[in-house]
């Protein structure tokens, strides 16, 4: 497998036959980590919010993306259930932070890396809490009244919770408002670029991901600086990577309430690879 991180817009496409791009947080590794040994696959490594514009620019072809990215695509999309970054209950790295209830949050600083997660804050706050703050993008270091953080920054660079006393899982008031799992990622393929192959491959290596908990424990949870034993329960616990009927069913809720809250400005029929 050849790894490229990108750093800007102006990559050029390698000569392996397929090219996917990925986030690189701890909760990817065992869908991507598995390809290794995969010489003509390329994977191009960036946070979630930069991965569809690898794709729309024709510099992959597949990308582990944000779900919201499948409405907002230059080019249509097609969903695979080759696998997805998703749980069912509370998810440990998708978090409000906030010095007030919920109910008197006004203003919500949001961390950018994810298009999803942001969504998901609205549709939450909505819906359990009654309130629409106004959205702002989070500074570096700032400590506003309210923010969402995202990602492996949760767990090794989260605040103090007697700064932060009031605190929401993301997963888990999904769970807690539907009964149903969320998807928060998924392999996602352009439709004019159609490769069953790397479907199958992707498919593939989802399933041999999760039965290497330890392998992935020893090479990753050190360098991301996670407790070997917290990213064991989060692997093991709290991560879903199998795209199910609930997870289907979650991820169509999730549009509808999406719809409900005119929280996205296009939508399109949901399209499943198989």
Not at 92 to 119: A, E
Not at 179 to 203: E, K, T
Request: with cysteine; glycine share 4%; aromatic share 8%.
């Amino acid at each position: 497998m050849i790894e490229t991180r990108s750093t800007s817009p102006r990559l050029t496409p390698t000569a392996a036959q397929h090219s996917v791009a990925c986030v690189s947080f701890l909760n990817s590794k065992p869908l991507i980590d598995p390809l290794v040994g995969h010489p003509d696959t390329t994977v191009h490594f960036e946070v979630p919010s930069k991965l569809l514009t690898l794709l729309d620019q024709g510099l992959a072809s597949t990308g582990l993306l944000s779900v919201v990215d499948y409405h907002t695509a230059k080019h249509p999309l097609i969903l695979l259930p080759s696998g997805m970054i998703g749980c069912d209950g509370p998810t440990l790295t998708v978090r409000i932070f906030s010095r007030v209830p919920p109910q008197n949050i006004t203003t919500l600083h949001v961390d950018t890396d994810s298009h999803t997660s942001i969504i998901l804050a609205q549709v939450i706050l909505r819906e359990q809490f009654k309130t629409a703050p106004r959205l702002v993008d989070l500074q570096p270091g700032a400590r506003p009244d309210a923010m969402l953080l995202i990602g492996d920054k949760v767990v090794n660079a989260a605040p103090a919770t007697d700064d932060y006393p009031h605190q929401l899982d993301l997963g888990e008031q999904w769970k807690l408002l539907t009964g149903l799992p969320f998807v928060f990622a998924c392999w996602m393929q352009r439709r004019d670029m159609r490769d069953d192959s790397l479907a199958q491959l992707l498919l593939e290596a989802q399933q041999r991901g999760a039965h290497i908990t330890d392998q992935l424990l020893d090479r990753y949870a050190a360098e991301k600086r996670w407790p070997r034993e917290l990213a064991r329960k989060y692997f093991t616990q709290y991560l879903r990577y199998e795209v199910t009927p609930a997870a289907r069913h979650g991820l169509a809720r999730f549009f509808e309430l999406t719809r409900k809250h005119q929280l996205l400005p296009t939508q399109r029929e949901l399209a499943w690879a198989w």
